[in-house]
């Protein structure tokens, strides 16, 4: 069954497929190439599992910025401005490190390697690299908040 395509579908797709550099023939080669990875699934699957993890961690990593930058403007010098700043910096390192987590495999910019030998391993250091990262800032994320809670209750004891 053909997809209908809407008038916005039929004036802006052709721009983002050239914009992007995008080709259905790039599809079609990933689609090979992976199709050639032994234990794919069991990959697939476990990729598919950090990508939840880390999108639900990368929510809160979002809320504790929030908070923190909010903490930033309502600081009552200099001295905590800076403990503040350095704890928004700490989060915004761990979002970007989690966003290495949900990026997408495939074409047009992270297509495995054509050697048939080298593609399971392209896919294993995947996995093995982005349950690295996870596993880190789980941890990470758990310190950095335990540290801001600190903070919070020590500098309204100190300014009490």
């Not at 350095?86 to 910019?109: K, Q």
Request: proline residues 4%.
């Amino acid at each position: 069954m053909k997809r209908k395509q809407t008038i916005f579908s039929r004036l802006l797709d052709p721009f983002l497929f050239q914009f992007f550099g995008l080709h259905p023939d790039q599809e079609v080669k990933y689609v090979e190439l992976r199709d050639q990875v032994k234990h794919k699934d069991h990959i697939l699957y476990d990729m598919g599992i950090i990508d939840s993890k880390s999108s639900a961690l990368l929510t809160h990593v979002s809320v504790m910025l929030a908070v923190v930058a909010v903490l930033i403007s309502f600081a009552p010098d200099k001295f905590w401005k800076i403990i503040m700043t350095c704890e928004l910096l700490a989060f915004s390192l761990v979002g970007m490190l989690l966003l290495r987590c949900v990026d997408v495999m495939g074409p047009p910019h992270r297509m495995p390697p054509e050697d048939t030998n080298e593609i399971a391993e392209f896919y294993y250091k995947e996995v093995l690299l982005r349950r690295g990262i996870y596993q880190s800032m789980v941890r990470t994320v758990f310190v950095l908040t335990l540290i801001l809670i600190i903070l919070i209750i020590t500098e309204t004891i100190v300014l009490s």
